[in-house]
């Protein structure tokens, strides 16, 4: 089963919203044949629990601006920064700091499940201006 065209909306945007506050390490996993209870993880990771919060409000930030608002249901860790969840229903987010990342191994958890593959579109755009300025 892939995930829902809704899953994969917020999975992308959630994502690019990470990315643009330079969330590491950012992963979107498929787990919708795994859980019934939603489609999809979203992973990220920052050096420090400052970043974190950043990060998470800039996610609900960007998922608030879509024609289709979405607003987390449920929201867990905010006080102490270090690992964040996000309860959108069709995705789940996990911000954590760099060292829960590491320790926890969400990927390593859900290895066997498919990846969405995400890019970042600033890094898109500077590979393509470092093309253009090199012709």
Known sequence: MTVSERAHELAI???QAAADKKAQDIAIIDV???LAITDAFLLAAAPNERQVLAIVD???ERLLELPEKAKPIRREGER???WVLLDYVDIVVHVQHTEEREFYG???LW???P???FVDRDLVE???GGTTAAE
């Open 126 to 128: 500077a590979d393509a």
């Open 106 to 108: 969400l990927d390593r």
């Open 115 to 117: 990846t969405i593959p």
């Open 80 to 82: 102490g920064g270090r």
């Open 111 to 113: 290895k066997d499940c």
């Open 58 to 60: 800039a996610i609900e």
């Open 13 to 15: 945007a959630a994502a």
């Open 32 to 34: 919708g044949d795994q």
